[in-house]
């Protein structure tokens, strides 16, 4: 199977083979990928990071070979630590991979820590929302999670839907812990939504943009609108 890497700040995956397909997701520099198939100006990819299949177009492939994508695939993973940092000449955003150890880049705890994940989701705030985004640039709500928990050395899924199966159940509020996750829906629907708990009934989250709101039974509060935005499905802590 042939391997490739990103070599650019960000590529945008695509549902379908076509410019006008929506995004939904970002490989992000230095993210690793499988080449599953070639249609015309279109390669379908499976990234390494969380498994997501998706159409790039075929002039950003950057191929690679067996022995270099095993070297990189087992190498220690650093991250760039600040919203948006210049690297070779690239901007990278928040939570890019690097493979050595770069200055102010920030090296992945080997447990899980949510304070590290934390620290790192507020630097985002204000970060606009892009449906399939993962950087400062723009970003969605799982993307958002999913960046800030894998610098804290917690790997999630790259959907909502699939993050909610990590980790195990809170059942009470008053139980929660910051750095645990809340999920949204309607009642047996998807799930469409997902934060992070950082403590005092209050949530960050993609919503608009990236941004810090109260948490109650019901759901997400939003004083600006004075209402709740989103509907309360569940708690998950992943330790």
């Given at each position: 199977?042939e391997?490739?890497?990103?070599?650019?700040?960000?590529i945008?995956?695509?549902?379908?083979?076509?410019?006008?397909?929506?995004?939904?997701?970002?490989?992000?520099?230095?993210?690793l990928?499988?080449?599953?198939?070639?249609?015309?100006?279109?390669?379908?990819?499976?990234?390494?990071?969380?498994?997501?299949?998706?159409?790039?177009?075929?002039?950003?492939?950057?191929?690679?070979?067996?022995?270099?994508?095993?070297?990189?695939?087992?190498?220690?993973?650093?991250?760039?630590?600040?919203?948006?940092?210049?690297?070779?000449?690239?901007?990278?955003?928040?939570?890019?991979?690097?493979?050595?150890?770069?200055?102010?880049?920030?090296?992945?705890?080997?447990?899980?820590d949510?304070?590290?994940?934390?620290?790192?989701?507020?630097?985002?705030?204000?970060?606009?929302?892009?449906?399939?985004?993962?950087?400062?640039?723009?970003?969605?709500?799982?993307?958002f999670?999913q960046?800030?928990?894998?610098?804290?050395?917690?790997?999630?899924?790259?959907?909502?839907?699939?993050?909610?199966?990590?980790?195990?159940?809170?059942?009470?509020?008053?139980?929660?812990?910051?750095?645990d996750?809340?999920?949204?829906?309607?009642?047996?629907?998807?799930?469409t939504?997902?934060?992070?708990?950082?403590?005092?009934e209050?949530?960050?989250?993609?919503?608009?943009?990236?941004?810090?709101?109260?948490?109650?039974?019901?759901?997400?509060?939003?004083?600006?609108?004075?209402?709740?935005?989103?509907?309360?499905?569940?708690?998950?802590?992943?330790?």
């Amino acid at each position: 199977m042939e391997h490739g890497i990103c070599t650019l700040s960000a590529i945008a995956i695509r549902k379908e083979n076509s410019h006008s397909s929506e995004m939904v997701s970002q490989l992000l520099y230095n993210e690793l990928y499988e080449k599953l198939d070639e249609q015309t100006e279109w390669t379908l990819i499976r990234t390494v990071f969380d498994h997501y299949e998706g159409w790039i177009q075929s002039k950003q492939h950057h191929a690679i070979d067996e022995n270099e994508f095993k070297r990189l695939k087992s190498s220690k993973l650093f991250f760039v630590n600040e919203p948006v940092s210049k690297y070779k000449g690239k901007l990278l955003s928040l939570g890019t991979p690097l493979y050595s150890s770069e200055e102010g880049a920030l090296q992945a705890p080997t447990h899980f820590d949510a304070e590290v994940m934390i620290e790192n989701a507020k630097k985002l705030l204000g970060t606009p929302y892009l449906w399939g985004g993962r950087t400062a640039f723009g970003i969605d709500c799982s993307g958002f999670v999913q960046v800030c928990a894998r610098m804290a050395g917690l790997d999630l899924p790259r959907d909502a839907s699939q993050q909610i199966r990590c980790g195990e159940l809170v059942y009470f509020l008053q139980e929660t812990l910051p750095g645990d996750l809340a999920f949204f829906g309607t009642e047996n629907g998807p799930i469409t939504h997902v934060g992070i708990l950082i403590g005092n009934e209050q949530i960050l989250h993609c919503s608009g943009q990236v941004r810090i709101d109260y948490l109650d039974q019901t759901g997400i509060f939003n004083k600006e609108l004075n209402q709740h935005t989103h509907q309360l499905m569940a708690i998950k802590r992943n330790v």
